[in-house]
């Protein structure tokens, strides 16, 4: 398995809003799938044509720095779960795990981590996956070490609704 972000945002795969360019994860499965391995897609990052920018945190120099806002406001959830959507059509049939975002209790989500908005992101996206391809396996919350209360209200606030298994990252 390889696992790859697949961001969203910049000069990443959507430059204009319903545009998408899979060219470079086009030739990274097929290349995958030459060798015999599946790839583990991180669905992840903002992008600047749905979402403001916002001051954060530097996690190394704790200074002050402008980033784009994770997904938190209605239109730029829904464009996120389009996104996602479109990424599991393109990709129907080939050997792919979607996970939703990297790490959301820590620094990558902006300003700074949030689980209700986190998690509405997560059940929007999982159900924007599902609606288009049922077969998909989607994981989540990705994320840093076993934070306990974040996973816990992960769970109650419903993030667990169109998941085929939960991830994280223990390192």
């Not at 403001?52 to 997904?71: H, K, L």
């Not at 050997?95 to 998690?119: G, H, L, S």
Request: glycine letters at 8%; proline letters at 8%; a negative charge.
């Amino acid at each position: 398995v390889a696992v790859r972000d697949v961001g969203a945002g910049g000069g990443g795969i959507e430059r204009q809003p319903g545009q998408y360019d899979w060219s470079a994860y086009d030739e990274l499965t097929a290349n995958l799938e030459r060798r015999g391995l599946s790839a583990i897609y991180i669905l992840d990052y903002s992008n600047p044509l749905y979402e403001e920018t916002v001051a954060s945190r530097n996690p190394i120099t704790g200074g002050e720095q402008r980033d784009t806002a994770s997904p938190q406001h209605p239109a730029s959830v829904a464009a996120f779960a389009r996104w996602a959507a479109a990424a599991a059509v393109h990709f129907r049939g080939r050997p792919v795990i979607w996970e939703i975002w990297n790490e959301p209790n820590i620094t990558f989500w902006k300003p700074k981590p949030d689980v209700a908005q986190y998690a509405e992101l997560a059940r929007a996206t999982g159900a924007a996956i599902r609606a288009v391809e049922p077969k998909a396996i989607i994981i989540a919350p990705a994320t840093s070490e076993v934070p306990v209360p974040f996973l816990e209200g992960f769970f109650r606030a419903g993030g667990l609704a169109s998941l085929d298994a939960v991830s994280i990252h223990p390192y």
